[in-house]
């Protein structure tokens, strides 16, 4: 296996904003085709956009491992402010595994999916899906805000404190494996009937 170094720094250059300096290992052989993005910290928010597979897991160091062949794909990862953002359009979904110490706050669009890789274990964590996301957390957390709009689907487990959950009618949550001490739902977007005046008799 040969490892080379590649800087990336123009996939990484957005238009305004400082964004961090990211170089990437690429690790190429019969069974495996993987990117390691490193010098990529402090994540505390990712976002998703198009058609990715996001799998998540607790660590001390941060880093972003992305399969596929993804320098010949038309995929985006950016590194800003905290915030890691990864897009891809293609039909096949391009399949993402990031390790975060700190992360606080996910959402996914589009036809992303977002997966934990065993216990995440966060003091507060908000989870906002759209379109027609979905995602499968195992969540240990004090504090758990989960938004699930439009189609998007939601699959949530593990022990949470205080639980809040917010979704659309159209929208579609699991969480009977999930056990929390204080726990609130909100459903939005109810169809309201129209009142039709019955017709006077005369």
Do not use: C
């Amino acid at each position: 296996m040969k490892t080379q170094f590649l800087t990336i720094a123009t996939i990484f250059t957005l238009a305004l904003g400082t964004v961090t300096s990211t170089y990437a290992a690429v690790n190429n052989n019969d069974n495996e085709v993987s990117t390691v993005l490193t010098n990529v910290s402090k994540i505390n928010k990712i976002e998703l956009h198009g058609n990715v597979e996001l799998f998540i897991s607790d660590g001390t160091v941060d880093q972003v491992k992305v399969y596929n062949k993804y320098y010949s794909e038309s995929a985006l990862v950016q590194s800003q402010n905290g915030v890691l953002r990864i897009s891809s359009y293609t039909d096949k979904k391009l399949v993402v595994w990031v390790t975060a110490n700190d992360l606080q706050a996910i959402v996914a669009n589009d036809n992303s999916q977002v997966k934990s890789f065993g216990n995440l274990e966060k003091l507060d964590i908000e989870v906002t899906l759209n379109n027609t996301a979905s995602a499968d957390l195992n969540i240990d957390a004090y504090k758990a805000s989960i938004n699930v709009n439009d189609r998007a689907k939601a699959n949530i487990s593990g022990n949470v404190n205080d639980y809040n959950l917010k979704q659309d009618q159209s929208a579609t949550v699991n969480h009977s494996n999930l056990a929390t001490v204080n726990g609130n739902k909100t459903i939005t977007n109810i169809p309201v009937k129209a009142n039709t005046p019955e017709l006077a008799i005369l």
